[in-house]
């Protein structure tokens, strides 16, 4: 066999199978090979579904011919006979930057604030825009980082360029070290690639945030379809790339759950189905992953147990870190089971090693080998729009395949050869002799244990006699082991030789030879442990319990999601912030989500009764002002950023929704920050903890947007080097922007063809009145200036938030019909806020403002009712009132006023259970309820405390054994969590 076998690689090395007769050929004479490659006895997969026991592959030219248990050879075949191996289709890795150098960062200054414009000409107008880059003319093959993907099973890889939010056309290459490109291209233009991440290579700044990404492939896709319809006079070979592009598959680097949501939604908008690059994270949200219909890629990043030794370390784990490692390896199996289809790569896995590692645990935590190879072989290849050529050993499938001794999964089985275009590249001997294993023998009346790992090429030996460690090397060359054993005694410098032929089953025959000469007879083989083995499966078992996923995945989440109830609550004292004022000993009905009655001695058989005796129920508390719950606050790389929407980036998964249900707010208004005088629209929200993020936002929502005058906006506090770097020019921005959106929206009205610009839709809205403005304030200079601009254009502002000089021109605030949404006493924390006072609010409403107390805290949000008290203290406020400027006034602000705000019959059951009057230093919230689903309750709140630290325990002690069973461990390190705020800017990509 092994004759036979050698002659066949020599004929199949000695020719190109894929000549080309045009190719000038000037070392030697010019044959071409018509031979075929005949493999037999082999267990055959030929798809993850479709095996063959003794099977016969057959291959000419670089591809698979036939495939069977009966496949008739012709005579000029090499026949190369593998019984006992197994033959598997090569991986692919679908998600890959091999061969390709990673772009360096720009020269110029690290602070992209500092270049606005896009330094190329004839492209895009953003730098970060670049359809028109092609992987190939970066490619260079590697041929080491090949053959280590080759040793790990991989056969082919679809290779990019990781730069840039639009990063160009990928290459699909095939791992074949014997041949150049022009063979191992099998697609030049495999796929377009993007992500939300801008290039290293240039310092433009827009965007700075995710949703400013977002918004600009938005803008991309409008502006390509305009310049496709010949619209555009210049040339944009971006464009034109863009559009060239648009029927490849479209590949998105995503990298988390809630990024695959949001690509998805900005895909959907433009009819593009994305393939999504995942996280791991995937099985947090599983229904709506589903619903996404996204096909994925998935990394095997598997975190790795924390050391939990130090207790005092330990404790700053959160809930949510420590479950991850936990959860994360059964995502492959999660996805398996709800028919999501995905395909594995090796991106972010530190090694290749690490990456077998993890598959296995994928397949110990559950996912089915024929899934994990479908996930390496077939799947890729349907994704790419390559299943006719490659993923499966197929009649006319090109001939990648690999050579084993066992079954691929299996920790102990060695890859022999992977094949590549009918190319081989050889690891181990595949006829040699697998000796791996345990083994007791008895040299001169002494007990030995050796034990024999490694590759076979390099194979390793550990030998102890008793519980000493001796000195021991080993040398395995054509079928001959030999082996030298120190002796006990290190000082003696004695050997004990052994020389022996390696039979079937790891039997080891031949003899010992003893430091006098004496010779003696052996025949050693390799331990069974089966047993073993079963053991340890049982206790990992027993130590790596899964883990129930709640929602949100973290503390405080729910194992299943509340759900609207019917509930009564007797004898309250309510605060309707209506017309009839507080109520004592009154019940309250509250039925299908709604108010459904108001009096006194209801019933409802269906109801639960809650016993409201010496309790408050008031309205929940609405924040006009947030900004918890969010994954970008700013988009700070324009003067406008109209285009971008709050909405996009909701973290459903911030704890502070939860703290801020405890402290009975129930609704907010997560605004855009005030790095610039347009900021972005607002997501309007309710406080549905555990659902997703486009759960939470409300029904028909109205239109807001964030606008800001002041220091920030005009980059008092940092160097940005952007128009407006004055008061002045904050007005000059105003004007200008509403003259460009007051042209565009005549020409939209006019019927005659135009270009979708999001920034100005926006702006066209507010000049159309369908869009409100809260504007971040402060100097009574500005804020005239703001309602003058706001007149000049015929629309009103709607809402000044901070508005702390408010009080210097409230009759002109009730002249123009604007609202205050202010702090209760703060001051003096920069310059423009020195002539703040704590009487601004009740000076306002005195006036007749309609007056808002917010947080733009996600500490003081969780207090506004007692940052409402203060407006009695400071100004004399009614109780009434002041309760108002945390409830139905910030309704009114937000006109939400005829859904929530106050307790009336038919709105929306949006209401809090008080201990004690709610303006009161002492109330606490015992129930949040928002539509008649109870959110926040202070007794389950105790019992959530409670199994929250039984948990944390009980992770750490399966932490602890993985520890001990030699494991690999990572530091704790404390998380600092990121309050965003106004002037929140950096890292928030």
């Known amino acids: 066999m092994l004759k036979n076998y050698l002659a066949g690689m020599a004929i199949v090395f000695s020719t190109s199978l894929f000549a080309q007769d045009y190719f000038p050929k000037n070392d030697g004479v010019h044959t071409v090979n018509k031979n075929y490659t005949a493999i037999t006895n082999a267990k055959l997969f030929v798809t993850p579904s479709q095996i063959i026991e003794n099977g016969t592959l057959l291959i000419q030219d670089g591809k698979v011919v036939a495939t069977g248990s009966s496949v ?18 090569s991986f692919i890795d679908v998600f890959s930057s091999f061969g390709i150098e990673v772009p ?68 699909l290459i095939a791992l074949n070290n014997e041949q150049g490109n022009q063979y191992r291209i099998i697609d030049e233009n495999s796929g377009q690639y993007s992500s939300f991440s801008k290039s290293i290579t240039s310092q433009q700044a827009y965007p700075t945030s995710l949703m400013g990404s977002m918004a600009l492939l938005r803008q991309v896709f409008i502006d390509a379809d305009w310049y496709a319809g010949g619209h555009i006079d210049t040339k944009d070979l971006s464009l034109e790339a863009f559009n060239d592009n648009k029927n490849l598959v479209q590949f998105f680097d995503a990298g988390s759950r809630a990024n695959i949501m949001r690509a998805d939604k900005v895909g959907d908008a433009y009819g593009v189905q994305y393939v999504m690059l995942g996280g791991g994270d995937e099985y947090e949200r599983i229904a709506d992953i589903k619903a996404s219909q996204a096909k994925l890629i998935l990394p095997l990043n598997f975190p790795d147990a924390y050391d939990v030794e130090d207790p005092f370390l330990s404790s700053a784990l959160t809930l949510g870190d420590m479950r991850a490692w936990n959860q994360r390896p059964s995502n492959p199996k999660i996805l398996s089971e709800n028919d999501i289809i995905f395909a594995f790569t090796t991106h972010s896995s530190k090694s290749l090693k690490e990456f077998r590692e993890n598959l296995l645990k ?36 090109l001939a990648n395949f690999i050579v084993t001794s ?26 040699k002799k697998d000796i791996k294993g345990d083994y007791k023998v008895t040299l001169a009346n002494e007990n030995y244990s050796m034990s024999i790992s490694g590759e076979l090429s390099k194979p390793k030996i550990e030998v102890k006699q008793g519980e000493q460690k001796l000195n021991a090397n080993l040398t395995y060359k054509d079928d001959w082991v030999n082996i030298a054993i120190a002796s006990k005694d290190s000082t003696k410098q ?239 921005v105003y004007i200008d922007y509403f003259t460009r959106a007051k042209e565009y929206d005549a020409l939209k009205k006019s019927g005659k063809p135009y270009k979708t610009d999001l920034e100005l839709e926006v702006l066209a809205e507010i000049l159309n009145k369908e869009r409100f403005i809260s504007c971040h304030s402060y100097v009574q200079s500005e804020i005239n200036m703001l309602m ?79 940052e409402a008290a203060k407006t009695i203290k400071y100004g004399g406020v009614s109780e009434e009132d002041a309760w108002k400027f945390v409830t139905l006034n910030p309704a009114k602000l937000l006109h939400l006023d005829d859904r929530v705000g106050s307790i009336k019959v038919g709105k929306d059951a949006d209401v809090v259970l008080w201990s004690h009057n709610p303006l009161s230093i002492y109330a606490k919230a015992e129930k949040t309820i928002i539509e008649g689903v109870t959110y926040f309750d202070i007794e389950q709140d105790k019992k959530m405390r409670k199994a929250i630290k039984t948990e944390k325990n009980q992770l750490i002690n399966m932490m602890l054994q993985s520890k001990n069973k030699g494991d690999k461990t990572q530091p704790v390190k404390k998380k600092e969590h990121k309050h965003l705020h106004c002037d929140s800017i950096e890292n928030e990509i």
């Open 72 to 89: 008739s050879i012709p005579k000029n075949s090499i026949i190369i006979d593998v019984e006992g191996k197994s033959i598997y289709p």
């Open 104 to 171: 360096n960062a720009s020269s110029a200054s690290s602070r992209r604030s500092r270049q606005y414009d896009s330094s190329r000409t004839g492209y895009y107008w953003n730098d970060h825009i670049m359809p028109e880059k092609h992987a190939t003319d970066a490619f260079n093959y590697n041929t080491k980082e090949a053959t280590e993907l080759l040793k790990a099973g991989f056969g082919v890889v679809n290779t990019h360029i990781p730069d840039g939010i639009v990063r160009g056309t990928g290459v």
């Open 362 to 397: 994928a397949i110990e935590t559950g996912l089915s080998k024929e899934k994990a190879l479908e996930a390496l072989t077939m799947i890729p290849a349907q994704l790419l729009g390559k299943e006719q050529l490659i993923g499966s050993l197929e009649k006319g499938h």
């Open 406 to 431: 066992g079954d691929i999964f299996d920790k102990k089985t060695t890859i022999y050869e992977n094949w590549v275009q009918g190319n081989k590249t050889t690891f181990e001997d595949i006829n």
């Open 494 to 732: 004695e050997f004990i030789r052994i020389t022996a032929l390696t039979e079937k089953d790891r039997v080891l025959r031949g003899k010992y030879i003893l430091p006098n000469g004496s010779e003696f007879p052996l025949k050693i083989t390799a331990e069974e442990k089966e047993a073993e083995d079963s053991k340890s499966e049982t206790e990992t078992k027993d130590t790596n319990i899964l883990l129930p996923v709640t929602y949100p995945n973290k503390a405080y989440g729910f194992a299943e999601m509340p759900k609207a109830e019917t509930l009564l609550f007797k004898n309250a004292t309510v605060w309707t912030n209506e017309k009839d004022g507080i109520l004592e000993n009154t019940d309250v009905l509250i039925k299908d989500g709604k108010i459904s009655k108001i009096g006194k001695n209801l019933s409802n058989g269906k109801a639960t009764v809650i016993d409201a005796t010496g309790k408050h129920l008031t309205a929940g508390i609405i924040d006009e002002h947030s900004h918890i719950a969010a994954a970008a606050i700013n988009e700070a790389g324009q003067n406008s950023s109209a285009e971008v929407t709050i909405e996009d980036v909701i973290n459903e998964t911030d704890v502070n929704i939860y703290r801020n249900l405890a402290g009975g707010v129930t609704s907010i208004q997560i605004l855009h920050g005030s790095a610039n005088p347009i900021g972005g629209r607002s997501a309007i929200i309710k406080l549905k903890w555990g659902e997703s993020a486009n759960n939470l936002v409300y029904d028909n929502t109205p239109k807001f947007i964030k606008f800001a005058l002041g220091e920030n906006v005009k980059q008092s506090n940092w160097s940005g080097g952007r128009f407006p770097q004055t008061r002045m020019g904050v007005e000059q």
């Open 788 to 866: 003058k601009v706001a007149e000049k254009f015929d629309f009103n502002i709607n809402t000044f938030t901070h508005i702390l000089e408010g009080y210097k021109v409230a009759d002109k605030m009730v002249e123009h019909g604007v609202g205050g949404s202010t702090f209760s006493d703060w001051w003096a924390y920069k310059f423009e806020v020195n002539d703040a006072i704590p009487y601004n609010a009740s000076i306002m409403h005195n006036a007749g403002v309609t007056v808002a107390i917010n947080s733009d805290d996600a500490e003081m949000s969780r207090r506004l009712n007692q």
